[in-house]
C-alpha cells in the first residue's frame, strides 16, 4: 500500500509558474513509477508527466519545454514544476505512484490558470 498526498496548487495568472509536490508513504521501495495526471472538466483523466525508477521521464506533448518531473528519493517526494501555464492547463492534478499491477492516487489538486 502507497499514500501519496498532493499540495502546491491554486490560481495563478497565463504565464505564471507554479510546482506540485506529492509525498508518498507506505511501501515506497515497491514503487515502479510515479507520475501526475490532470483531470479537467467534462474531460478524461489524462497523463502530464511520468518518471521512472530508473529516472527515465515522459511528457504529454501539450506541456513539453514548459512542464518538468523530477524525484527526490530521500525525502518520498516528486515535483512538478509547471512553467508558462496557460489556460487549458486548468484541472485538477493527481499523483500517481504505479506498482504492479496497480495504480494509487493521491487526492488531487486544483489548479487554475486565469486572468
Known amino acids: 500500500q502507497v499514500q501519496l498526498v498532493e499540495s502546491g496548487g491554486g490560481l495563478v495568472q497565463p504565464g505564471g509558474s507554479l510546482r506540485l509536490s506529492c509525498v508518498a508513504s507506505g511501501s515506497i521501495f515497491s514503487i515502479n513509477a510515479m507520475g501526475w495526471y490532470r483531470q479537467a472538466p467534462g474531460k478524461q483523466r489524462e497523463l502530464v508527466a511520468s518518471i521512472t525508477s530508473g529516472g527515465s521521464s515522459y511528457y504529454a506533448d501539450s506541456v513539453k519545454g514548459r512542464f518538468a518531473i523530477s524525484r527526490d528519493y530521500a525525502k518520498n517526494m516528486v515535483y512538478l514544476q509547471m512553467n508558462s501555464l496557460k489556460p487549458e492547463d486548468t484541472a485538477v492534478y493527481y499523483c500517481?505512484?504505479?506498482?504492479?499491477?496497480?495504480?494509487?492516487w493521491g487526492q488531487g489538486t486544483q489548479v487554475t490558470v486565469s486572468s
Open positions: 500517481n505512484a504505479y506498482i504492479v499491477p496497480r495504480d494509487y
